[in-house]
């Protein structure tokens, strides 16, 4: 028999395992990305269609009910207050985050341990049993109605997670690094922004979008600390769009598209990082 002509048993079999492992993957596609797609015909659907048409593409296609929540329901504003608040919460958490990490991961000092665990307990409280003791605080202070205010918090409340994923990388780059760049006379900012940064910048999109997913979804802290309605974040919009008779539900989708839209082009941005934090903590975990 010609070899050429021949079929390898093997390869056969090899594709054949593949095709139950591809199934079950498409099917979990389907189900994680349905509800995006049923979110987004929902919102581009008149209420009228709405009541016949639940789960397919519109016949119509209306953008009226982005134009309602956008405007009428004041969720451009509330977007807006969400572009200015972010950028300066995100600064001072990545900053957290990186320098802590570096100094619980690679440094060497008295209680360092301990003061880890003390940080990885605040972890566990959520974020409910904590509002009345944080607006207490807030209040006291004068951060009541104050985007600075917020933000301390949103920092304080959400870096601990960030600086463990940041120590625990750190904790598996060689310590002879460090030596080296003292011995050179590097200070310890130069070897954190020299040597310890550059060599990060995997995990730094995971500890971002993390950290920004968090923040820009928050609600609870918002709702305490920001009681002006010029001030609101978008999900408090979200909240006070429904107002006391509830929302349609096409515009009430088109409100979530709109809050959505940024985290899931962040999402896209640093999809290349993320897979690469992803890769390097699994090998060096």
Known sequence: MNKENSINPSVIGKHLYKIPVYSVLVVFAVIALYPIYHVLITSLKSSVEYVDNKLFWPDS?????YKYV?????MMKYF???CIIMPLAMAGYLFV??????????????????????VLFLMIFPQMLLSVQ???????????????GLILVWIAYFSP???YIMATYYSTVPYELIESAKMDGATIWQTLWYIMVPIAKPMFGIVFIIGFQSM?????????????????????GIGMLQGQYGLDDTRLTAAIMIASLVPLIL???????IAMGSYSGATKG
Request: glycine residues 4%; proline residues 1%; hydrophobic residues 50%.
């Open 267 to 273: 999402f896209l941005f640093f999809q290349k990082f």
């Open 80 to 82: 807006l207050n969400n």
């Open 161 to 163: 997670f960030g600086t």
């Open 134 to 148: 944080i607006f207490q605080i807030c209040r006291h202070l004068h951060l009541i109605n104050n985007y600075f």
């Open 70 to 74: 956008l405007f009428q329901g004041s």
């Open 61 to 65: 296609v209306t953008l009226d009910n």
């Open 97 to 118: 985050c990186i320098t802590a990490g570096f100094a619980f991961g690679r440094l060497r000092f008295p209680y360092r341990l301990q003061i880890f665990l003390a």
């Open 216 to 236: 820009w979804n928050e609600l609870i802290f918002s709702l305490l600390l920001l009681q002006k309605n010029a001030m609101r974040t978008i999900t408090q």
